[in-house]
């Protein structure tokens, strides 16, 4: 299970919406063998958080996936734990482990178990710094970063 881990301490919400690109992630059978993953996110007046992840099957040139979710935010006191779900009411951790609080242009996402992480960017490539730095900061949390699959982006 690892250690505790912490979620950042504030989320703009706002700020936060819109167009990521997965870096990389954790293998997982809903979104096995796809390339330039994006996840855009959209806040609904109602405070929800309408989820779309894209995608395409074996390469970028592949066939088109998408999964229609939706995300909500259970406690305003812990902004960082949200919840995310696919699969009518079943609703997985969502966590921001870390998130460039400057400028919201790249953030790590776990879980409580050691199942799922992703490494977000705004753009479909990250420098090899900040890369760098969210791996060792995911090690440090506990997670087998081994497991990290480099996901192709285009540009």
């Given at each position: 299970?690892?250690?505790?881990?912490?979620?950042?301490?504030?989320?703009?919400?706002?700020?936060?919406?819109?167009?990521?690109?997965?870096?990389?992630?954790?293998?997982?059978?809903?979104?096995?063998?796809?390339?330039?993953?994006?996840?855009?996110?959209?806040?609904?007046?109602?405070?929800?958080?309408?989820?779309?992840?894209?995608?395409?099957?074996?390469?970028?040139?592949?066939?088109?996936?998408?999964?229609?979710?939706?995300?909500?935010?259970?406690?305003?006191?812990?902004?960082?734990?949200?919840?995310?779900?696919?699969?009518?009411?079943?609703?997985?951790?969502?966590?921001?482990?870390?998130?460039?609080?400057?400028?919201?242009?790249?953030?790590?996402?776990?879980?409580?178990?050691?199942?799922?992480?992703?490494?977000?960017?705004?753009?479909?490539?990250?420098?090899?710094e900040i890369y760098n730095m969210l791996v060792s900061k995911a090690k440090e949390l506990g997670y087998p970063i081994e497991k990290l699959y480099k996901?192709?982006?285009?540009?």
């Open positions: 299970m690892g250690q505790t881990r912490e979620t950042v301490k504030s989320v703009d919400l706002q700020r936060y919406m819109g167009v990521w690109y997965e870096i990389a992630r954790f293998p997982h059978s809903f979104e096995k063998n796809l390339v330039g993953v994006t996840a855009t996110y959209k806040l609904k007046e109602n405070g929800r958080i309408e989820v779309l992840n894209q995608g395409y099957l074996d390469s970028l040139n592949g066939k088109p996936k998408t999964a229609k979710g939706k995300g909500k935010l259970p406690d305003k006191s812990v902004p960082g734990k949200l919840k995310v779900s696919f699969f009518l009411c079943f609703y997985a951790d969502y966590n921001i482990l870390v998130l460039d609080e400057k400028d919201y242009s790249y953030a790590l996402i776990g879980s409580k178990s050691d199942n799922f992480l992703w490494i977000l960017c705004r753009t479909p490539k990250m420098s090899d996901v192709p982006q285009a540009g």
